[in-house]
């Protein structure tokens, strides 16, 4: 028995022998923990429970020429609920519950009310610490949401938990959309000003830490953020909103009437290159309507048919090759020349036409002959004179995506052919986009000089600007003077005469321009689609705007640019004309006194009221049988007021036109003497000065 005993007590002291030695190195193991690992144990525990998440910035606003927002960035709302927080009782949970649900079901209209009851009962009993109401959430909704049973307590003592994010929006839903553009980092796609001004546009990320719940659920800790979110600067864009919405409709009717597949319309102001409106329309079938998916008049280099022509008669005038009139044949309008057929619309006169018909009447025979007969011998001289006018090179656009310029040298090019200087001579085998032909163009308005198309003119954070970009100056003088007026009085001609009178038949006002047709090429090969064009400028005796217009494969009513594209050009023009250009005349007062507010100049009432009519815009008149007239824009409504001038003093005619003004003086007893052509840029006798009848006044006269 003590034998048993003995063996028994041996065992209980083995086992509590054990369990000591167990009990010993858990202590040691504690303090070695606490003492070797636990900082660096707390620490991973800590970054286990909080983390800091990433705040998203606002990008900046893109703004239009008068601060209108083209783009901006608004606030919008994950909304979340901590349903099952202890700091809600049950009975305050249910006895709201049903007035929650109804408020929710109400302002996010995303579950009925019986639905979100139902939802929000089912995961407080499950414990759900971060259940979602709504994504995207305006802040307007928010701001009701706030207000409802139970989430108006607050995020500790009602469970409302909302995460912001940023949101880009357009205020003019499409106009100019692809223009706007858009970036998606993420896929590397940076489209537009928005991919072109990215670094500008987008701001510096905030913090806010974030606390780990059940079912491994993020919410945030604190109210506040820990570092707050910078915005990103504006940038101020040239786009003029009213002169834009005018060449989108414009473009619009004219791709619907045509039945076309795409297009587009650019309008630039002379001086400064700056673009007031740019449009770009294609057809999408899936949705059935055009939209603005692809930036043509940027994008696309395509060749540019007759339009081209006024790059050779620069080339030809320059080298003194000819004169405009010199005599040439073009017969019935078809010829054989370096072995292919050319070929006219139609004849042209009696078959013999001066140099002048060839470009106003836009013969290709006539234009193939003089280019070739100029230039068969020394065709790299002919592409020394395009290349010095800067037409081989692009733009330089801050926009991703211009297309690139081609016009092919005969000593550098293997595609030269020689049939290559005689297709040439009408716009095929070289390639442009339409802001390049467009730009060209606008240095002939401008007197030579070709200035780049300017998209964006300043950059802000706030309403304090950090830099401004002027115009930058391509090409000094393409061509010499002379060349210049000798050009313009030929893209007069094409208006007045030629291929383009028919559709700017009455207009009030000068335009100079060309119109251009050229066949689409597809897999090597010229098809019987067509693009059509007309380009140009206005008032043609002072320009003040360039414009573009291009249409891609019309189906209907024909394809030439005099038909397909010049009117959605008269479009614009007549409309930027009777809503700016005719304000924008301007005269000091009645009695020229320099320090007395600027009016509008006064024009003979039955000529202005002619000019709207003309261009089939109502006015509202305010006159009593007064012969002279201002116009006034008054929220998009012409309103025509009257002036009276004092008989006895002599009154200030600068900025009226020749005709009116004598009319005004020699009623009043003044006679006159005219010199030069255009408006009144001086008067030989101060406005304001005592009149004496049968005194002479001499006017001097200029383009404005």
């Not at 703004?63 to 709302?77: E, K, W, Y």
């Not at 909103?241 to 045509?258: F, G, K, M, V």
Request: proline share 3%; hydrophobic share 40%.
């Amino acid at each position: 028995m003590t034998d048993i005993k003995k063996d028994i007590l041996w065992r209980v002291y083995l086992m509590y022998f054990s369990i000591l030695l167990f009990a010993i190195a858990i202590i040691v193991k504690i303090f070695y923990i606490q003492i070797k690992e636990g900082a660096e144990l707390t620490a991973l525990a800590q970054t286990q429970e909080l983390r800091a998440f990433n705040l998203e910035a606002n990008r900046g606003n893109i703004l239009a020429a008068d601060g209108s927002l083209l783009a901006t960035s608004v606030p919008v709302f994950e909304v979340r609920m901590d349903v099952a927080s202890p700091n809600i009782p049950d009975k305050f949970f249910l006895d709201n519950l049903d007035e929650l649900s109804g408020g929710l079901a109400k302002i996010l209209q995303s579950k009925s009310k019986r639905e979100f009851k139902s939802y929000l009962l089912k995961n407080r009993k499950k414990g759900k610490r971060y259940v979602l109401l709504g994504r995207k959430v305006e802040y307007e909704q928010l701001k009701e949401i706030k207000k409802l049973p139970i989430l108006e307590r607050g995020k500790h003592r009602g469970g409302l938990i909302t995460i912001q994010t940023p949101k880009r929006v357009f205020p003019f839903g499409e106009l100019a959309a692809r223009t706007i553009g858009y970036e998606n980092k993420s896929e590397k796609y940076f489209v537009g000003l928005e991919g072109a001004y990215s670094d500008i546009l987008t701001g510096k990320d905030g913090k806010q830490v974030m606390r780990r719940i059940n079912h491994g659920d993020w919410i945030p800790i604190h109210d506040e953020n820990e570092v707050e979110p910078v915005d990103g600067n504006d940038i101020v864009t040239t786009i003029d909103i009213n002169i834009q919405d005018i060449a989108e409709n414009a473009l619009l009717r004219q791709l619907l009437h045509n039945k076309a597949f795409q297009g587009c319309a650019v309008v630039m102001e002379v001086q400064t290159g700056h673009i007031k409106a740019i449009a770009n329309l294609r057809y999408d079938s899936t949705d059935r309507k055009y939209k603005e998916t692809y930036n043509y008049a940027i994008g696309a280099s395509i060749e540019p048919g007759s339009t081209f022509k006024l790059a050779n008669m620069l080339v030809a005038l320059e080298d003194d090759k000819f004169k405009l009139t010199d005599s040439i044949i073009t017969g019935v309008g078809f010829a054989v020349i370096n072995g292919i057929q050319v070929q006219d619309v139609h004849k042209i006169g009696n078959g013999r036409v001066t140099i002048r018909d060839v470009f106003e009447y836009s013969s290709n025979v006539g234009m193939a002959k003089l280019i070739t007969r100029a230039y068969d011998n020394e065709a790299a001289k002919y592409v020394d004179g395009l290349y010095d006018m800067s037409l081989n090179q692009p733009l330089g656009l801050e926009i991703i995506g211009e297309g690139q310029p081609f016009i092919k040298h005969p000593e550098k090019s293997k595609s030269w052919w020689g049939t290559s200087l005689t297709v040439m001579s009408f716009g095929y085998e070289v390639k442009q986009t339409p802001l390049q032909t467009l730009s060209y163009f606008n240095a002939i308005a401008n007197d030579g000089k070709m200035v780049k198309p300017v998209l964006v003119t300043e950059v802000r954070t706030g309403d304090v600007y950090k830099e401004r970009f002027g115009t930058e100056v391509i090409n000094k003088k393409i061509a010499s003077q002379e060349t210049i007026d000798t050009v313009k009085s030929l893209l007069e001609g094409v208006v007045k005469r030629g291929t383009a009178r028919r559709a700017f038949y009455g207009t009030p006002y000068k335009v100079a321009g060309k119109t251009g047709t050229a066949k689409i090429v597809k897999d090597g090969r010229y098809t019987r689609d067509y693009n059509a064009s007309f380009v140009g400028y206005f008032p043609a005796d002072d320009p003040k705007y360039t414009c573009i217009v291009a249409i891609n494969k019309p189906t209907e009513e024909g394809y030439y640019g005099g038909v397909v594209a010049a009117p959605a050009f008269r479009e614009i023009a007549d409309k930027i004309y009777s809503t700016s250009l005719v304000l924008d005349l301007k005269y000091e007062t009645k009695y020229g006194r320099a320090d007395e507010p600027v009016k509008n100049n006064p024009v003979n009432y039955s000529d202005l009221k002619d000019i709207y009519s003309s261009l089939d815009i109502k006015t509202v008149d305010y006159l009593h049988n007064d012969p002279w007239a201002v116009a006034q824009l008054n929220n998009e409504v012409i309103e025509l007021e009257s002036v009276e001038f004092s008989s006895h003093h002599i009154p200030n005619v600068k900025g009226m036109n020749a005709k009116d003004a004598v009319y005004l003086l020699e009623n009043m007893g003044v006679k006159t003497k005219l010199s030069g052509r255009g408006m009144v840029k001086s008067q030989s006798i101060k406005a304001g000065t005592q009149l004496r009848k049968g005194q002479t006044i001499n006017l001097k006269l200029a383009a404005y």
